[in-house]
């Protein structure tokens, strides 16, 4: 009898020993590139704090096997310059295992090189195709392709028996890529590009190049960006009374969208992640209940509804989590696991990645969304 409680005596001293110094384990440092200030503070802001947010929730479970989690943020303000410079500095100096971001396409290319040669996996949050196409071999992203929004739009305009568009592309990363794939597509999609105007991330006015627009014979006004230009493009349309359909890009997938266009915004119709019209998925969407529980878990945290980029800061981080669960801690464990996902239902879309593939998304991933009473409404 004495031999078997000093037995259980040793087993329970042992696994507290061994709790204890898992407990006791280093944090996994995880780095993060948003702009959350800046131009594209939009985006930046609601992926900081999803991702703070889902990393305090992890940690509150008890970490991953035992081992906190330490989430470094660096904003780029939408810099590509300052994002070269966090990225280093979350790298040389943070040392850390992964990175999160940058949110935009134009931050994401010029970190690129720099987490390829140091062989830190990198999950974007931007949507530019050129991010993961070519495949690179430490780069992923989770924000849905531009190539599949282009799709989406192309095929609604098709059921509408539009044929002539105008497209207005802001010159940056994320508007080339767009202005590139509504280039290609449009004779797969049977469109005639009748006006191809451009504008600068910081110009104020777009009037000139919508007047050229509405005396052209294009159907239907295609607008490539990220706010505050498609905003002020749509206030820009109205002023001028054009009467065609405008559409915009995903790069616009918030309230914040809503709120800076105003009145502009009535009728506009664009693609999107279902986060921002969770409510109104059906019971069979397979995706509807963890959406609601991301967009109320962040109304809790922040006041304000979680949206379409938190939401890729909600999948990165939740795909790093499962990386490193089923493959360890070390920069290459995470990136050979993030190249076997299968199968993983996120915020973005239900994710496969592949050695040919690290986007891991397609066209079912986005939902047509319209602004009607100065809301975001399903369109089925």
Known sequence: MSRSIFRIIFVSFFSVLLAGIAFAAPPVKIGALFSVSGPASFLGEPERNTAEMMVAQINKAGGI??????????????????????????????????????????????????????????????????ITDPVKKWVFKTAQNDVLAVMKIYTNLQKQKISKVAILTVSDGFGSSGREQLKLQSKEFGMQIISDETYGPKDDDMTVQLTKIRDSEAQAIICWGTNPGPAKIARNVKQLGIKIPLYMSHGVSSKKFIELAGDGAEGIILPSGKVIVADQLPKSDPQKKALMNYVNKYKENYKVEGDHFGGHASDAVMLLKSAMEKGGFSPAAIRDQLEKTKKFAGIGGTFNYSPEDHAGLTSEAFVLVQVVKGDWKLIK
């Open 65 to 130: 096997k035992g081992r906190k989690l330490e989430l470094i943020v660096y904003d780029t303000q939408g810099d590509a310059t300052k994002a070269v410079q966090g990225v280093n500095k979350l790298i040389k100096d943070d040392k850390v295992v992964a990175i999160i971001g940058p949110s935009t396409t134009g931050d994401s290319m010029a970190v690129i090189p720099v987490v390829e040669k140091a062989e830190i996996p990198l999950i974007s949050c931007a949507a530019g195709i050129k």
